[in-house]
Each structure stands twice: as C-alpha cells, then as structure tokens.
C-alpha cells in the first residue's frame, strides 16, 4: 500500500513538473518566461507559403509583413508567465521632391542650331507624418501550447500632410500669359484645377486637414505554441473609437477678371469627426481578427 503510495505521489509531482515547465525534446522552454520580449507579424504569407508548395503553380517566398496596412511595431514584455504589457508604435515623417524642366514661357522666339529650348524648372514637395502610439495589457490561461489570451488597449494617434508647388514660369496678366492647360506647367497630377469662378489655375500649396483619434478596446483570443517561443495567433477586439479631422486648406493661383488680374484663393473645406463603439476598433494594428505568429525571446 505504501509502496503504491509512494508511485503515485511520483507520477503526479512529475505531470505537474510536466505542466509547469513544459519543454522540447532539446530541453528548450516551450512557453514564453518572465522577462521574454516578443513582437508580432502577419501570419498569412507563411500559411500560404506552405500551402501552395506542394502546388502545380508552386509557392513564393514568405514576406516579412506589418499585422495590417497600417505598418504599426506591435510588441510586449512578459511581466510574469501569465501577464504581458503590450506596446504599439508607429513614427512616419517623410518628405518627397519632384522638380521637372519645362520651357520657358517668356521665350518666344525658337533657337537655331545647335542651341537649346530655354527651360525653367517646376517642382512639387510632399510632406507626410503619421503619429501612433498604444499601451495595453494582455493576461493568459492554460499550462499547454493552447494560451487563451484577453486584456485591453489604449491608443492615440494622428496624422497629416501637406504638398507645395513652386513653378518657373509666372503667371501674368498682360503679355505672355502662362496658362496652365499648356506646356507651360508641369502637371504633377494633383496641382491643375480650376478656381472658384471656372477659370484655369494651379495649386501653390494643399493643407490635408490633420486627423487626431483615441481608442480603448477589449481583447480577446488564443496562442498556439508550434515551436520554443514561437506562436500562431488571433484575436478579436471591442471598443470605443473617436476621431475627429480639421479643415483642409487648399491655395491656387489664376488669372481673371475684367480686366485680367492674378489672383489667388484659398479654399477650405469643412471638419469631421466620429464615434464609433464596434467591435475591432482597434486604429493601428495590435492584429484584430488577423493570423498572426508571435516571436518570443
């Protein structure tokens, strides 16, 4: 009898070793431990990967993605095995020039050979910014490679943008008149419009109004350990989401009126806003509803 005891006292501190400190055939820890970072990517090109390889049409390579378009770092520290805090982050400034050569207008008379046009230079400049930041925290259940996971997020974002356009030739009122449905601007496929009374003009500057948001959602969702550290996921978030967007300012560049006159306007738009409570209203990318694989290290 006390031999039996004694077996099974050892059979289950051993499954309950088991549990706690569940490892590969190498000795490797399966689960992540209290200090692990991990960071999160799109799982698909992976799953298609090895889905089409066995295919007549044969597989491309896996890409290394952002969890969605939003292009958002999203990572966590593990506090304990069982709680997370989760970090997101996105800072994008970019600034882009384009400058093209286009004949000078105020030159009437053609060149001889072997002389060149005389050319001027027009050039348009495009800056953007995106700001995102999010904090959360994430708990799980289960001892084995099935994690359920579930916690909250707060996030706060803007974003904005502006283009400016400046032209080598000039528009004017009397003597050569630079028109802008001619040769004589460069046209950058944004800049060629027309002013409020129908004439031809062009945009010296676009103002994007700029879109500020906040969000707290709830979360929802699962882990599954396919390798030491290595996890494939989902998750469903629900939430509460506000937005609100400022006027756009739009100027442009003219010529009219009697008699002819030169003239800019400024035209701007009207503001918006939303509030939105749905289900995954999460702004940039902690993975809502996406696969995903979860690296630990």
């Known amino acids: 009898m006390k031999k039996s ?3 099974a006292t050892a059979v289950l501190t051993g499954s309950i070793g088991f549990g706690q400190e569940l490892t ?7 689960l992540p431990e209290t200090g692990d970072y991990s960071i999160g990517i799109d799982a698909t090109p992976f799953l298609q990967y090895f889905g089409q390889i066995f295919s007549n049409g044969g597989a491309t390579a896996p890409t290394w993605n952002f969890l969605n ?7 966590k520290k593990m506090i304990d095995e069982k709680t997370a805090y989760r970090g997101i982050l996105r800072l994008g400034f970019s600034s882009t020039n384009q400058k093209t050569m286009i004949s000078d207008a105020t030159v009437t008379t053609a ?15 495009v800056n953007s910014n995106f700001i995102g930041l999010g904090a959360g925290l ?16 707060a996030l706060i974002w803007s974003q904005g943008g ?12 009397s003597g050569t008149v630079v028109t802008v449905n001619n040769a004589t601007t460069t046209d950058f496929g944004t800049n060629l419009t027309t002013d409020t009374y129908g004439n031809s003009a062009r945009v010296m500057e676009s103002k ?10 709830a979360f929802v969702g699962c882990e599954f350990f396919i390798a030491p550290k290595i996890s494939l996921g989902a998750e ?7 937005q609100m967007t400022g006027a756009s300012l739009t100027t442009t560049e003219s010529v009219g009126g009697g008699p002819a006159s030169v003239g800019e306007q400024e035209i701007e738009s009207g503001k918006s806003s939303a509030l939105v409570l749905d289900v995954d209203r999460n702004a940039f990318g902690t993975g809502n509803g996406a696969l995903k694989l979860n690296f630990y290290f």
Do not use: C, H
Not at 24 to 30: D, E, L, M, R
Not at 112 to 121: A, C
């Open 5 to 7: 005891l004694l077996i």
């Open 24 to 30: 590969s055939k190498k000795g490797f820890p399966i």
């Open 69 to 75: 378009s939003t292009q958002t770092i999203v990572g």
């Open 111 to 125: 060149p001889t050979f072997p002389n060149l046009i005389s050319m001027v230079e027009d050039k348009q400049t």
């Open 138 to 153: 994430e708990k799980r259940r289960g001892n084995g490679r099935l994690q359920g996971i579930y916690g909250a997020d």
């Open 162 to 173: 502006k283009s400016k356009y400046e032209y080598g030739n000039t528009l004017s009122a």
């Open 208 to 217: 994007s109004g700029r879109s500020f948001g906040v969000g707290l959602r």
């Open 236 to 242: 469903f978030g629900w939430g509460l989401g506000f």
